[in-house]
Each structure stands twice: as C-alpha cells, then as structure tokens.
C-alpha cells in the first residue's frame, strides 16, 4: 500500500471513529476548584468547590456546580450514614449532586478530533 | 467514585418543596480509596430526595475571576436530603447497601447561572428553571441519555 492510500484509509478510520461522537454535547468542568496538599503525595487540584461554612470549606456562597456554561437547576448536600456487606458495617459519607438545565459544552467537530461549542439540555449527577 | 455522569431527565423530579432522584444500575467505576488509581468496573443504584426549606438567598457574582467560587448568579434554599444505595462490583468480588441523610450538614439546592450565562437576563428561560425549583415540574429532554458517561475523575471532602 503507498504512502498515499495509507493516509487516506488512515483518516477514514479517524473520521468514523469520530462518528459515534457527533450530536452529544460533552459538559465541561468548572475551570476553577479547590487545590488540596496530599501528605506524602502530590498536591491534586480538582474542578470543584466544597460550599459550606467552616474552616474547611469554600463559604456559604460558593460555587456549588460542577459543569460551566450552565443554567439550571442544582442540588447538593454532605452526608453520613452507615452501610453493610452482610458481614460488616462501614461509616459512609456522601456528596451527591444533581443538575439540570441547559449547558453549552463541547461537540465533536469533524477534523483532527476537534470540538465546537454547542447548546444542549441535560440531567446530570455527581457521585 | 468521583464521577459526573448523565442521567434521563425522567430520573428527576421536583415537586413542591422536593427534588428527589431515581438512579438504577449506573454503571460506574469503584476508586476503592480516596484519590485511588484502581477501578474496578461496578454497577451503582439510588435514591435520595433533597427537601428545601426557608427563604432563597439570592446569589450574585461578588467576583469578576473566572476561577474562583463567586462567579455564579442564583437562588438557593438550604435543604436536607436523605438516601439509600446499592452498589455492587461486576466482578462480585462485593457488594454493599446502606442509607445516608444530611443530619445537620450543609445542603443547598436551588437554581444557577454560570459561565457564558452569568449576567444573563432572568427572562425566558431562566426565569423557567426559577420557577422550576418552586412548583411541581419535572423536565424532558431533548437530548438521548448516555448511559454511561463518566466524564472526569474527582475527590471529596468525604470518604465513599
């Protein structure tokens, strides 16, 4: 096969691959968060904030979604609980969160595996 | 399991003062320990409802930095939730049960603007998803669910 046909099966396969992609919008990430210092470990930025009052969280008012570019609804909450295996009982803690509403997020352009901004609805929840 | 994943609308509903949501085999992935980098493929289902209660806050942007946690326009009532949960590892190598309330912990739940739609006007479809938080109201979308869709992996300030 010359270099030519390999080139061209070469980006058949991209833009099928591609494909399956076209027409779902990908949510983006906040693109701010809390940094947090791991003892004996890397420090680990993450795209989210802990509302809440108290040392260690963010403030009353903070940011309490995880996706950017977003209008909707939104629900979160700490919790504690107790959960078992059948043989043993673990103390649990939750933050859960729930969004819904429309979002401007990433979609799949053809090309290079590029994306575009685009509009959609969704339901999302963070576990 | 630190995941943002996308559900059917169906599986929230608000009524009243109540959101509560219905997830059923959601597959997911166990991170085992806090910022672990094992997974192990499972299989997650739940329910909680989040009850508001009060007066909202209304939110406005206190800051202009993109980055930071006040750059988001809302209003948002305390709320409490409670839940219970099944999760399970595809492999059975476990499987647990358990429930969870907010007994006393910080909870909010209400109605959000951020990013390209903070200063938006709250007319049309703002103003929908304001009175969404209120009134009974359960939204369809026009979007296919994609089950599953773990976008990113991410910690908490709690254990799983």
Request: glycine fraction near 12%; charged fraction near 15%.
């Amino acid at each position: 096969m010359c270099t030519r046909s390999k080139l061209v099966c070469a980006a058949c396969l991209l833009a099928c691959g591609c494909l399956p992609l076209r027409g779902q919008v990908y949510p983006v990430p906040i693109p701010g968060g809390d940094i947090f210092p791991s003892v004996g470990g890397p420090i680990t930025f993450v795209n989210q904030f802990l509302p809440g009052v108290g040392t260690i969280f963010d403030g009353l008012n903070a940011e309490p979604h995880g996706i950017v570019n977003t209008s909707g609804i939104v629900a979160m909450g700490y919790t504690a609980g107790t959960a078992t295996d059948g043989a043993n009982t673990y103390n649990i803690g939750t933050d859960i969160r729930v969004y819904q509403g429309t979002y401007v997020g990433a979609m799949a352009a053809l090309g290079a595996a590029g994306s575009v901004s685009s509009r959609a609805h969704g339901t999302f929840v963070e576990i | 399991m630190f995941w943002i994943v996308q559900i059917p609308d169906d599986a929230v509903v608000i009524s009243g003062n109540t959101l509560t949501i219905h997830v059923a085999n959601l597959a997911i992935e166990d991170e085992i320990a806090f910022l672990g980098t094992i997974r192990i493929p499972s299989t997650l289902s739940f329910d909680i409802t989040y009850t508001k209660s009060g007066k909202p806050r209304k939110i406005e942007p206190t800051s202009q930095d993109p980055l930071g946690a006040f750059h988001w326009a809302g209003r948002m009532w305390m709320a409490t939730n409670s839940g219970t949960f099944s999760v399970s590892r595809d492999d059975g190598s476990f499987s647990a049960t358990g429930s969870f309330s907010s007994s006393g912990m910080f909870g909010e739940m209400g109605t959000e603007k951020n990013g390209i739609f903070v200063g938006e006007d709250d007319q049309g479809e703002n103003e929908s998803a304001h009175e969404a938080a209120e009134p009974a109201h359960s939204v369809q979308s026009s979007e296919p669910a994609t089950l599953p869709a773990p976008l990113r992996a991410r910690m908490k300030g709690t254990t799983k």
